[in-house]
């Protein structure tokens, strides 16, 4: 079985999970989080009636477009909660015991698109919180990197559909991570990741 068929694995319908134990932060995943029906359905609506939006950015003199869609909820200018989203939430929040008030949804069109070696931003106090990340549709590979042992090995984590990774607070200040564009021929992928802010909106990533 190679890492990204899967599909033995959801038939046994088990939730498995991993703590990384990584030096100066917190990160752990629960795959199969959400039940393989339950993500199936949310992969779909959120796919058909997410608001998505092509964002730029510019580099050096141009502007290009960010290899992937997005959609902002929650906070002052971000668009309004659904009952999808705060139901999903509800669900990370009562397993780590913490709470969120944003979340930043990302949808990989194929494998073209990606997001950058990147840590994402503090709110605007200043303050890092723990992120939680939940993903439907294909698996793409997460990568996570130290941003100053290189004795540390990279981590390359397959983030399998329906799956719930949780960054810890420290996470950002010592870790980056990465979705690398794949030449797999792969459908779509949507990631959502919750995060808890204190100020105006802050879209809290680089890509
Ligand atoms: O798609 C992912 O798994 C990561 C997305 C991400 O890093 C971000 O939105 O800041
Ligand atoms: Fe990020």
New binding site residues.
């Given amino acids: 079985m190679t890492l990204f068929e899967d599909i033995d694995l959801f038939d046994e319908g088990k939730k498995r999970f991993t703590d990384f134990q990584l030096p100066d932060t917190d990160l752990k995943l629960w795959e199969q989080f959400f039940e393989k029906r339950a993500s199936d359905e949310y992969f779909s609506i959120l796919k058909d009636v997410t608001p998505w939006q092509q964002r730029t950015r510019k580099m050096y003199d141009k502007i290009l477009p960010d290899p992937r869609l997005t959609a902002f909820y929650g906070g002052e200018n971000g668009l309004e909660w659904t009952p999808l989203l705060l139901s999903i939430k509800s669900a990370v929040e009562i397993a780590c015991g913490i709470t969120f008030n944003r979340v930043?949804l990302?949808y990989?069109r194929d494998g073209n698109d990606s997001?950058s070696w990147?840590s994402?931003n503090p709110s605007s106090s200043g303050k890092h919180h723990a992120i939680a990340?939940v993903?439907f549709g294909e698996t793409?590979l997460?990568k996570v990197r130290h941003k100053f042992r290189k004795d540390i090995p990279q981590l390359d984590i397959p983030?399998t559909h329906g799956s719930f990774l949780l960054m810890g607070e420290t996470m950002q200040e010592y870790y980056e991570?990465y979705?690398p564009k794949t030449s797999r021929p792969v459908g779509g992928?949507i990631?959502l990741?919750f995060r808890l802010s204190d100020g105006a909106v802050n879209t809290?990533?680089v890509g």
């Fill in positions: 930043l990302n990989y997001v990147h994402d990340s993903t793409r997460f983030l991570h979705v992928r990631n990741t809290n990533y």
